[in-house]
């Protein structure tokens, strides 16, 4: 069953280029995706942790020693396939979701920090919910 999340876009820490080029084999070969080099954030007010209960993250193993795992999670925004992706190590809160797709997603949807965007997030076994 998807789940529809509503969140406000904000400045990341400014690394999620770097380490989208350092995962970017791994999320190939794992979720099937050439990701865009660089990450959207969506602050949800609240703990993601209390959603993950009723999703199943693939969990994206560290392309190297000293780096952590992540879990990704499909989903839609605004008619686009994205993953939520949730670094093991992170210096982002459980409130922020880190947004990774094939497209510069500001540039192709024309957000902007503070605007408001609905995610929905699903299982991949299931169909994507469009």
Same mark, same amino acid.
């Given at each position: 069953?998807?789940? @529809? +999340?509503?969140?406000?876009?904000? $400045?990341? %820490? !400014?690394?999620?280029?770097? &380490?989208?080029?350092?995962?970017?084999?791994?999320?190939?070969?794992?979720?099937?995706?050439?990701?865009?080099?660089?990450?959207?954030?969506?602050?949800?007010?609240?703990?993601?942790?209390?959603?993950?209960?009723?999703?199943?993250? @693939? +969990?994206?193993?560290?392309?190297? $020693?000293g %780096? !952590?795992?992540?879990?990704? &999670?499909?989903?839609?925004?605004?008619?686009?396939?994205?993953?939520?992706?949730?670094?093991?190590?992170?210096?982002?809160?459980?409130?922020?979701?880190?947004?990774?797709?094939?497209?510069?997603?500001?540039?192709?949807?024309?957000? @902007?920090?503070?605007?408001?965007?609905e995610?929905?997030?699903?299982?991949?076994?299931?169909?994507?919910?469009i």
């Amino acid at each position: 069953m998807p789940i @529809k +999340i509503k969140g406000k876009i904000v $400045k990341g %820490l !400014g690394v999620g280029a770097k &380490y989208v080029k350092l995962y970017r084999e791994v999320f190939n070969k794992y979720l099937g995706i050439d990701p865009y080099p660089g990450t959207l954030n969506i602050d949800i007010g609240q703990d993601f942790f209390t959603y993950t209960k009723k999703l199943k993250a @693939k +969990i994206i193993p560290p392309p190297r $020693k000293g %780096l !952590g795992c992540v879990l990704a &999670y499909p989903g839609i925004l605004m008619g686009i396939k994205i993953y939520v992706i949730k670094p093991c190590i992170t210096k982002h809160g459980w409130n922020i979701l880190e947004i990774i797709s094939e497209k510069n997603l500001r540039k192709t949807l024309n957000l @902007k920090d503070n605007d408001i965007v609905e995610i929905i997030i699903y299982n991949e076994k299931d169909d994507p919910p469009i």
